[in-house]
């Protein structure tokens, strides 16, 4: 199993991006996505990304994939719904899981979910 949280693979066409206009609402909170060239927690800088909660940002790293991108977003959201559902306990391999699901899901059905939810 793959740990999405590291930044362990670069694509070959990396991709970057600025940081105008870019949120995420999390259950009805806004998040700010901060793109970063090197994201850092615990002095450890080879992580994809991160959410700070009380700040409300989303921080993720620039210059890779945009798939890789998308699916470190898809993580650090569902580390903040399950904040904000209150549950505090969660393991990074379950979470890994249903991100990169729901980014293949997202990615892969656009037309279905403009459709439905247009």
């Known amino acids: 199993m793959r740990d999405f949280t590291r930044v362990d693979v670069i694509a070959s066409k990396p991709v970057k991006i600025d ?3 870019k949120t995420v609402n999390i259950m009805g909170f806004t998040y700010k996505i901060v ?3 090197k994201v ?4 450890n800088t080879g ?7 009380q700040n409300q940002e989303i921080h993720v790293k620039d210059g890779v994939h945009k ?3 998308f699916a470190t977003l898809m993580h650090e959201v569902i580390h903040g719904l399950l904040y904000h559902f209150g549950v505090s306990e969660h393991d990074e391999e379950s979470i890994d899981m249903i991100a990169n699901g729901m980014a293949s899901f997202i990615i892969n059905n ?3 979910l403009n459709e439905w939810t247009a």
């Open 19 to 21: 940081n105008v206009n």
């Open 35 to 37: 793109m970063s060239d």
């Open 40 to 43: 850092e927690m615990d002095d």
């Open 47 to 53: 992580y994809a990304g991160k959410i700070l909660y």
């Open 67 to 69: 798939q890789y991108r």
């Open 110 to 112: 656009k037309d279905l």
